[in-house]
Nanobody, 120 residues
Framework: QVQLVESGGGLVQAGGSLRLSCAAS????????MAWFRQAPGKEREFVAN?????YYAGSVKGRFTISRDNAKNTVYLQMNSLKPEDTAVYYC????????????????WGQGTQVTVSS
């Protein structure tokens, strides 16, 4: 069982930055694919980025967001720069031992989410 706890969300003006963190329990953190998803009101949950040994980004955030991980701290991060109002959503951390794709239903473990609001 893996437990994930996100932090770092908040309110920021357009063009600003935020860094989200996701702390994971468990002794095999380095073996897991870690991902960030987001869900805006009335919309489906969408893939943002994932990481294991390499990274992959959704086109809408590539060049603005950076996913990274610190295996010694069992933590994955999402650095978000040049934020836009359309980035407003609840951001979720997810993990999978075997799945490396972008389909949210294939990730096994989820955090509770953290709200990111970008004002114009």
């Amino acid at each position: 069982q893996v437990q994930l706890v996100e932090s770092g969300g908040g309110l920021v003006q357009a063009g600003g930055s935020l860094r989200l963190s996701c702390a994971a329990s468990g002794r095999t953190f380095s073996s897991y694919y870690m991902a960030w998803f987001r869900q805006a009101p009335g919309k489906e949950r969408e893939f943002v980025a994932n990481i294991r040994w390499s990274t992959y980004y959704a086109g809408s955030v590539k060049g603005r967001f950076t996913i990274s991980r610190d295996n010694a701290k069992n933590t994955v991060y999402l650095q978000m720069n040049s934020l836009k109002p359309e980035d407003t959503a609840v951001y979720y951390c997810a993990s999978s031992l075997s799945y490396s794709g972008t389909d949210y239903y294939s990730y096994n473990y989820w955090g509770q989410g953290t709200q990111v609001t970008v004002s114009s």
